[in-house]
């Protein structure tokens, strides 16, 4: 059994949860709406503002704590949303916000430029920063990684867009003769 699995979700106040057929999943908040159709094999029992995942079959337990996880992951994205924060360094690096595209300028002959969409938005609070918000953790997720992907940092002097709190593992540059 799925120790996380097994742990009951609580719908805060404000938050409408509407389960359908074939585990098709509706929840609207004050952010926003979120629908995403959930496995099969999974019961999701509604009750008194507390949402509990029963299995159904004992051979998909590992499905379990994945459903609680992404429907979890849903309500609190409609009540408080999800961000994701980049640093960037280098020399010469710098992004800057224009209208609702993000412009970036890593050191190549052009422009890169990243547009909002899909109900997320990118702020550049600096020219050396970067931030991914939105109410869906997997698409923030995904747009934070295509932005990084862009010039991903390297090991030698740690150059690029990497996470904020990521650790470089750095390597040590050539030694000449002696």
């Known amino acids: 059994m799925s120790r996380i699995g097994k742990q009951p979700i609580t ?3 404000g938050v409408e949860v509407k389960i359908e057929d074939g585990n098709l999943v509706t929840v609207k908040g004050p952010k926003g709406t979120l629908t995403k159709q959930l496995h099969k094999d999974m019961e999701l029992k509604q009750e008194a503002g507390v949402i509990h995942v029963v299995l159904n079959n004992p ?17 609190v994205g ?3 949303g999800f961000q994701k924060e980049l640093e960037v360094n280098g ?13 970036m300028n890593m050191g190549f ?20 920063s970067i931030i991914v ?15 990084r992907k862009v ?11 990497k996470y904020v709190g990521e650790r470089i593992i750095r390597k040590e540059g050539k030694v000449g003769k002696k």
């Open 11 to 13: 719908i805060p106040a």
């Open 133 to 147: 918000k939105g109410i869906d953790k997997e698409k923030v997720g995904q747009l934070t990684a295509e932005i």
């Open 91 to 103: 020399v010469g690096y710098r992004v800057q916000k224009q209208g609702n595209k993000l412009i």
């Open 109 to 128: 002959s052009h422009t890169v430029e990243f547009e909002d969409k899909d109900g997320l938005t990118i702020e550049a609070p600096s020219q050396t």
């Open 59 to 75: 051979d998909q337990d590992n499905l379990q704590g994945l459903t609680r996880t992404l429907l979890n992951n849903m309500i």
């Open 78 to 80: 409609v009540t408080e």
């Open 151 to 161: 010039r991903p940092p390297e090991p030698y002097k740690g150059k690029g867009i």
